[in-house]
Protein backbone atom coordinates (compact mmCIF):
# COMPACT_ATOMS: atom_id res chain seq x y z
CA UNK A 1 0.00 0.00 0.00
CA UNK A 2 1.25 2.94 -1.21
CA UNK A 3 1.50 6.81 1.48
CA UNK A 4 -0.99 8.20 -0.42
CA UNK A 5 -3.44 5.26 -0.15
CA UNK A 6 -2.72 5.14 3.75
CA UNK A 7 -3.07 8.98 3.85
CA UNK A 8 -6.55 8.77 2.15
CA UNK A 9 -7.56 5.46 4.53
CA UNK A 10 -6.85 7.31 7.24
CA UNK A 11 -10.57 8.87 9.42
CA UNK A 12 -10.99 12.50 8.74
CA UNK A 13 -10.70 14.50 11.71
CA UNK A 14 -13.09 15.33 14.33
CA UNK A 15 -14.41 18.78 14.11
CA UNK A 16 -14.80 20.66 16.59
CA UNK A 17 -17.68 22.18 17.91
CA UNK A 18 -17.93 25.37 19.87
CA UNK A 19 -15.32 26.01 22.24
CA UNK A 20 -16.73 26.10 26.19
CA UNK A 21 -16.16 29.60 26.26
CA UNK A 22 -18.18 30.27 23.04
CA UNK A 23 -20.74 28.13 24.13
CA UNK A 24 -21.74 30.03 27.07
CA UNK A 25 -24.17 33.03 26.97
CA UNK A 26 -21.42 35.38 28.87
CA UNK A 27 -18.32 34.34 27.76
CA UNK A 28 -17.44 32.95 31.02
CA UNK A 29 -16.66 29.19 31.04
CA UNK A 30 -18.12 29.14 34.49
CA UNK A 31 -21.23 31.35 34.10
CA UNK A 32 -23.51 28.47 33.65
CA UNK A 33 -21.39 25.57 36.19
CA UNK A 34 -23.17 24.12 38.85
CA UNK A 35 -21.15 24.29 41.82
CA UNK A 36 -21.99 20.69 44.05
CA UNK A 37 -20.26 19.79 47.09
CA UNK A 38 -17.90 17.67 47.38
CA UNK A 39 -18.50 14.62 49.57
CA UNK A 40 -16.15 13.25 52.45
CA UNK A 41 -15.66 9.93 51.02
CA UNK A 42 -15.28 8.15 47.12
CA UNK A 43 -15.72 4.99 46.10
CA UNK A 44 -12.62 3.07 45.06
CA UNK A 45 -11.37 -0.28 44.60
CA UNK A 46 -8.29 -2.23 46.25
CA UNK A 47 -6.14 -4.81 45.53
CA UNK A 48 -6.29 -6.54 49.22
CA UNK A 49 -3.95 -9.30 48.54
CA UNK A 50 -2.42 -11.11 45.53
CA UNK A 51 -4.86 -13.57 43.95
CA UNK A 52 -8.27 -13.85 40.63
CA UNK A 53 -9.24 -10.35 40.58
CA UNK A 54 -12.59 -11.67 41.82
CA UNK A 55 -11.22 -12.85 45.01
CA UNK A 56 -8.94 -9.56 45.84
CA UNK A 57 -10.75 -6.88 44.32
CA UNK A 58 -12.84 -5.04 47.06
CA UNK A 59 -14.82 -2.10 46.66
CA UNK A 60 -14.39 0.31 49.97
CA UNK A 61 -15.08 3.71 50.99
CA UNK A 62 -12.26 6.37 51.14
CA UNK A 63 -11.56 9.72 52.12
CA UNK A 64 -11.90 12.57 49.18
CA UNK A 65 -9.01 14.37 49.19
CA UNK A 66 -8.91 18.16 50.87
CA UNK A 67 -5.39 19.58 50.64
CA UNK A 68 -4.18 19.38 47.37
CA UNK A 69 -0.69 20.89 46.78
CA UNK A 70 0.06 23.56 43.64
CA UNK A 71 -0.56 22.66 41.15
CA UNK A 72 -2.73 19.44 41.61
CA UNK A 73 -6.93 19.27 40.60
CA UNK A 74 -9.56 17.49 42.11
CA UNK A 75 -11.50 15.41 39.06
CA UNK A 76 -15.01 14.17 39.47
CA UNK A 77 -15.27 10.93 37.66
CA UNK A 78 -18.53 9.94 36.10
CA UNK A 79 -17.79 6.70 35.05
CA UNK A 80 -14.11 4.18 34.70
CA UNK A 81 -13.87 0.91 33.64
CA UNK A 82 -11.47 -1.52 35.31
CA UNK A 83 -9.44 -4.30 33.87
CA UNK A 84 -7.44 -6.26 36.14
CA UNK A 85 -4.94 -8.26 34.01
Do not use: C, F, H, Y
Amino acid sequence: MSAEQIASAAPAPAVAGPSRTEATPSGNPTANATVEAIPATQKTWRVTRKGKPEDVLKLSDAPVPTKLKKGDVLVKVQAAALNPV
